[in-house]
């Protein structure tokens, strides 16, 4: 099954054997949290709507036309999910998501599930991301430094570093944008 | 540039939004604007992916590797400003800066001293002696009064009835110059302390260097005298 692309994944799902299905969600899981803790800021909140993003996807996986990748095609369930998720606590009059400022809501908290093959995929991940933001160029590893590390704002990059505002969000973007490519260049593989 | 072409491609550039987005740094109605464009845009989603996908690879790294590390504690003893009030401080300006005022304090009493001894100093004559320079003087006397020079009288060549005249006789008052028996310079020198010639000891420059209190000569001075008052009484 590991050497199916996903596109046959899902056919097999739909097909013969529905268990398929847990190989797509193996692949993209951590990816589509990822995804749903840029839109929503908090870890257990980005758990909650990627298992949210999973079920509905499994439940209209006949749905899918493949005109698309289903890496795409997950993509958009998870933003309307995470959406969603938005507007329902928006309605119940919560702040923790308009909570703009909320910095304690940025808290990392560790996977319920840590199994030792998990343990180890993360380390060599941490292992990955350390050589790819050292080999980033010094202006772009500057600005990662600068929000991640130093929890800077935009405004506040640009003063310190005496760039327009914009500059420094470009930076950023193209930051992100070469780990990213640095990263697929060396996937981790879960033995 | 591979980065800016695919961008360009799309057609669709919302990375300045993307990342604040992901930063929670965008609000309003461009929140809005934006989760609304990218439940749309299937590019944009996708972009939006492995934007958030590598961000949160660098989040998870910061806090595995960095959240352990011990903070490294500054402590600076910073002394506590004490709390003064408004009409404290005004007083205060005298107690911080205590002995400039004692200096200067002192400095006016010295001051004052000084000017006290230099104003009421004995004897009218040092007085006169340190602002008025010695009158009579030929030298110091100005050029368009007349010089007075004491009639030298000499003794030898002055008949015998002059000379046995007691020069200490009475002088009346209101005797004009010329009725008044003249005496010579010399007569009365017995009476006063013969100058020292100049080549003595060092005692004579001294007495050289006296100041000069009276310049006129004793035939001029018509004060009266305890001797002509014992004339009278002795006969």
Partial sequence: MLDLTDEQIVELALSEDPNAFGEIVRRWERKIFALCFGMLGREDDARDAAQETFIAAYRNLARFRGDARVSSWLHRIAVNQCLTTKRRDRSRAEDLIDDENGEEDRVFVAAPQYSPARKIEKAERMTLVRQAVTTLPSDLRQVIVMKEFEEMTFQEISETLELPLSTVKSRLYTALKQLRMKMERTPVEVV | ?235
């Fill in chain 2, 1 to 235: 540039m591979e980065i800016l072409n695919n961008r360009r491609k799309s057609g669709c550039d919302r990375s300045d939004d993307m990342v604040a987005y992901i930063y929670n740094e965008i609000v309003g109605d461009a929140r809005r604007r934006f989760e609304l464009h990218l439940s749309d845009c299937m590019h944009c989603t996708d972009d939006f992916a492995e934007i958030s996908d590598a961000r949160y690879s660098v989040f998870e790294w910061q806090k595995e590797e960095f959240a352990d590390l011990a903070t490294p504690q500054f402590s600076i003893p910073y002394v506590p400003k004490p709390e003064v009030s408004a009409g404290a401080g005004f007083w205060n300006i005298f107690r911080t800066h205590s002995w400039a005022f004692s200096a200067a304090s002192v400095v006016v009493v010295c001051l004052g001293l000084v000017f006290a001894v230099f104003m009421f100093s004995d004897g009218p004559e040092n007085d006169v002696a340190a602002v008025v320079p010695a009158v009579g003087t030929p030298a110091e006397m100005p050029a368009n009064k007349p010089v007075v020079q004491p009639e030298k009288v000499d003794v030898a060549a002055m008949p015998a009835e002059a000379k046995n005249v007691d020069l200490d006789e009475k002088t009346t008052r209101g005797n004009t110059p010329a009725a008044r028996p003249v005496r010579a310079a010399t007569v009365r020198s017995n009476k006063r302390p013969t100058p020292a010639p100049r080549n003595a000891a060092p005692a004579e420059s001294n007495f050289a260097d006296a100041p000069v209190l009276s310049n006129y000569e004793d035939n001029e001075d018509r004060s009266l005298r305890l001797s002509d008052l014992l004339e009278e009484v002795g006969g």
